[in-house]
């Protein structure tokens, strides 16, 4: 192939270069389009076709059903990897030595206490309140205990930057559930594993101590891991953008945790749950879902399903079924819901209007049932997907302001009116 993209409007012809990743992926770059052609822009709603940044920190192949994070592919990582040598991976671009991730929970562990006042804020919250808008709010307040902005030209402050937040949201996380439940603000123990921890915080009632189930714990740092980035999704783009700003890292990461938010992103794994519960409730005719989510002029999706880039399996949906299997088997958990979802799964796969489309169970399908297995409540289910997608946020954030990227703006092509006179409010 020629590394020249060729391109023709009306008389004129225009050369481009092509870029070529490491796994060969290739793309035209046209950043001299508009000068070059005087103001021809490409125009590409919902991003479909255009890359934003280069990138070495995820590859993900939608046909091949692959996905590696620094090349390391999620199988072996969900399977012998635990979530903090993940996020050091993904954050420092290998995999840590002992030694490193000694040093790396060390310093987590020394900057993750927040400000005492941060439990006002908590407490101003009605427990009504939905934990996402609580915990995008919480990250965003964090900037006014933290006011600094991160100075990117130095590694000490970067690394600082990065330690604080690794610690601090994960107490923010259980402080948002606690606030719900009704339950005492704490901490857990600086002597427990991260994930470890991060369960205790969540569920240690303020009458017993907390015994760690190793089913549960096993099942958190797999699921944490399996959500820790995926490249240039709508969340991690929110988090790139609102950076490229030179915002500051924690106002930046609460816009991705409100992307994030959204039913058609991670607020899927609610959505799903909710979807199986009222099709149990309904008597469990999965048929009837699945023609309401295959007529047009019906709303309905069938939530947990398809997926912008997996064109042929989503490889962390496979590893997510099977763990659903396990987790339920040893925790001895029973969910009739289960079984709904493998059955709304099995039609889905022999009917043409999902195969001829490419629509396969994606990651948020099977995981709710999981955390509800955990005892973690449904409205909790995404801000779970924030705290495992954040050394993937941080990764890209510490990336994009590295690379010095330009500030992101795009353009547009404008349809409405041509000038026209302002009329006196009297005469309209
Ligand atoms: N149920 C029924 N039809 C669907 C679904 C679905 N879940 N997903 C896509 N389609 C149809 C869609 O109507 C369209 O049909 P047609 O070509 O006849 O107009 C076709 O499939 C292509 O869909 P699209 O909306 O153009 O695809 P997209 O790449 O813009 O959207 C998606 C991808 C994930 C938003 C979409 O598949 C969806 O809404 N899925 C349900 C929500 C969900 O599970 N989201 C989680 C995604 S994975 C985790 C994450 O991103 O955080």
Redesign the pocket.
């Known amino acids: 192939m020629s590394d020249i993209a060729k391109l023709q409007i009306g008389d004129n012809s225009y050369e481009f270069p092509l870029v070529k990743g490491t796994e060969n992926e290739v793309a035209i770059n046209i950043k001299t389009l508009r000068s070059a052609t005087n103001g021809v822009i490409t125009i590409d709603p ?1 991003y ?1 076709n255009t890359g934003s940044c280069e990138s070495a920190i995820t590859f993900l192949d939608g046909e091949k059903g692959i996905l590696r994070y620094r090349g390391y592919t999620i199988e072996e990582l969900a399977e012998k990897a635990d979530f903090l040598e993940v996020a050091y991976a993904l954050i420092f671009g290998d995999l840590p030595t002992k030694e490193q991730l000694e040093k790396f929970h060390n310093d987590i562990k020394s900057k993750s206490v927040v400000d005492d006042d941060v439990k006002k804020i908590v407490d101003a919250f009605p427990k009504t309140a939905h934990p996402m808008g609580v915990i995008s709010s919480l990250t965003s307040a964090l900037t006014a205990f933290n006011p600094s902005s991160v100075n990117v030209d130095s590694e000490e402050d970067m690394y600082n930057s990065v330690v604080k937040i690794m610690g601090k949201f994960p107490v923010l996380v259980a402080w948002t559930l606690r606030k719900k439940q009704g339950l005492p603000l704490n901490y857990g123990s600086k002597s427990l594993g991260y994930v470890e921890n991060i369960l205790k915080m969540m569920f240690e009632q303020p009458n017993e101590d907390y015994v760690i189930n190793p089913i549960i714990k096993n099942a958190l740092d797999k699921l944490l891991i399996l959500h820790a980035d ?1 490249e240039q ?3 991690t783009s929110t988090v790139r953008i609102v950076g490229s700003s030179h915002a500051g890292l924690f106002a930046s990461l609460s816009a991705g945790i409100s992307a ?1 938010w959204g ?7 609610q ?2 749950l909710e979807m199986l519960e009222a099709i149990k409730e309904d008597g469990g005719d999965t048929k009837k879902y699945m023609a309401k ?2 007529d ?1 002029n019906d709303p ?10 997996y064109k042929n399996f ?1 490889p962390r949906a496979t590893i997510i079924k099977k763990a659903a299997d396990d987790v339920l088997n040893e925790l001895g958990v029973e969910d009739p819901i289960l079984d709904i979802a493998r059955g709304l799964e099995q039609e889905a796969l022999n009917d043409p ?2 195969v001829d ?1 490419k ?1 396969y169970p ?4 099977y995981s709710g049932i999981i955390y509800r297995a955990m005892g973690i409540p449904v409205e909790m289910f995404t801000v779970m ?1 924030a705290l495992g997608r954040l050394p993937g946020w941080i990764s890209q954030w510490k990336e994009m302001r590295l690379k010095k990227e330009p500030i992101g703006r795009p353009r547009q092509i404008y349809t409405g009116e041509n000038e026209r006179p302002f009329i006196e409010i009297e005469k309209r």
């Not at 994606?362 to 399908?365: G, I, M, R, T």
């Open positions: 919902g479909k995926h999704n709508c969340s994030l039913p058609l992103h991670g607020g899927a794994n959505a799903v989510a295959k047009k309905f999706r069938l939530m947990g399903f398809g997926h912008r880039v989503d209007y999902f489309r629509l994606n990651v948020d399908f997907f």
